[in-house]
């Protein structure tokens, strides 16, 4: 069965930097888009970043465009969320996400919270 395992969120302060990492299996991780999104309670859930299958697209929301990277691994099964420059209005909680056969996978999340 798919299975999306998030890791790497934490407590950081304004300005800090965290790595995301998203351990896939159960699927042909090499062959689908991988993306990953956030929520903050209250609100809908929203795309922050989205990868192609071969890593050579990608597409950034407005809100983290030149501080966030998304990459991948295609020998590991894992994407991975670099954030940089990181403002109190990226706390949330990150998931990761893939699309299969017109159905939605989501991992766990992992809690990111930026603060002084």
């Known amino acids: 069965q798919v299975q999306l395992v998030e890791s790497g969120g934490g407590l950081v302060q304004p300005g800090g930097s965290l790595r995301l990492s998203c351990a896939a299996s159960?699927?042909?991780?090499?062959?689908?888009?991988m993306k990953w999104y956030r929520q903050v309670p209250g609100k809908e859930r929203v795309l922050v970043a989205l990868?192609?299958?071969?890593?050579?697209?990608?597409i950034y929301a407005d809100s983290v465009k030149g501080r966030f990277t998304i990459s991948r691994d295609n020998v590991k099964d894992t994407v991975y969320l670099q954030m940089n420059n990181l403002k109190p209005e990226d706390t949330a909680v990150y998931y990761c996400?893939?699309?299969?056969?017109?159905?939605?996978?989501w991992g766990q999340g992992t809690q990111v919270t930026v603060s002084s």
């Open positions: 996400n893939v699309w299969i056969v017109r159905k939605d996978y």
């Open positions: 159960g699927f042909t991780f090499s062959r689908y888009t």
């Open positions: 990868i192609s299958s071969a890593g050579d697209s990608t």
